[in-house]
T-cell receptor, first 114, second 110 residues
């Protein structure tokens, strides 16, 4: 158990819909990362937050947004869903402060868009 | 920007042999290079990492080497075992951003 909690574990929805994925980082970790992993694909970096502020942005679509709340949990919002958005979405947290360090991944949220 | 190329995409070795996976990065400012292992249906987990002020690091059967001049780093697994079968990801990091390679599916044949 990494200490990172993601909900829901599985989600099935239709094209055009909107979903919210939730992540609770390890106790004490201030950084939260979101990654997308499509079938047999690598880990695509989406976005990173540190103590409530956006710190780095990757290839995140405009239809996607995220935020980190004062209690440090984070939410990834995916809207106007398309079939190609079906993927495993990982959240990870890190306690390295200003330096990049070990990421602790959650179990992921598997999104299926029909 | 950051871009990590990882080779090979698949690798099959006999149990007991060595496996080597290589990654090339583009951002000269990157200073952190971890390797993650992802078993089927599970989350990625860190197996070893190296920072840019070190050329080599070893942990039992696993070692990582870094060539800053050439901007590449490699994962070496010796005396491979069936439980080493997994997908391995390299990554480059700088200022909290961590970008992963496309992964290498390693299969250990008994």
């Amino acid at each position: 158990d990494s200490g990172v909690t993601q909900t829901p574990k599985h989600l099935i929805t239709a094209t055009g819909q909107r979903v919210t994925l939730r992540c609770s980082p390890r106790s004490g970790d201030l950084s939260v990362y979101w990654y997308q992993q499509s079938l047999d694909q690598g880990l695509q970096f989406l976005i990173q937050y540190y103590n409530g502020e956006e710190r780095a942005k990757g290839n995140i679509l405009e239809r996607f947004s995220a935020q980190q709340f004062p209690d440090l949990h984070s939410e990834l919002n995916l809207s106007s869903l398309e079939l190609g958005d079906s993927a495993l979405y990982f959240c990870a947290s890190s306690g390295q402060g200003a330096n990049t360090g070990e990421l602790f991944f959650g179990e992921g949220s598997r999104l299926t868009v029909l | 920007g950051e871009n990590v190329e990882q080779h090979p995409s698949t690798l099959s070795v006999q149990e007991g042999d060595s496996a080597v996976i290589k990654c090339t990065y583009s951002d000269s400012a990157s200073n952190y290079f971890p390797w993650y292992k992802q078993e089927l249906g599970k989350r990625p987990q860190l197996i070893i990492d190296i920072r840019s002020n070190v050329g080599e690091k070893k942990d039992q059967r696993i070692a990582v080497t870094l060539n800053k001049t050439a901007k590449h780093f490699s994962l070496h697994i010796t005396e491979t075992q069936p439980e080493d079968s997994a997908v391995y990801f390299c990554a480059e990091g700088r200022a909290q951003k961590l970008v992963f390679g496309q992964g290498t599916r390693l299969t250990i044949n008994p």
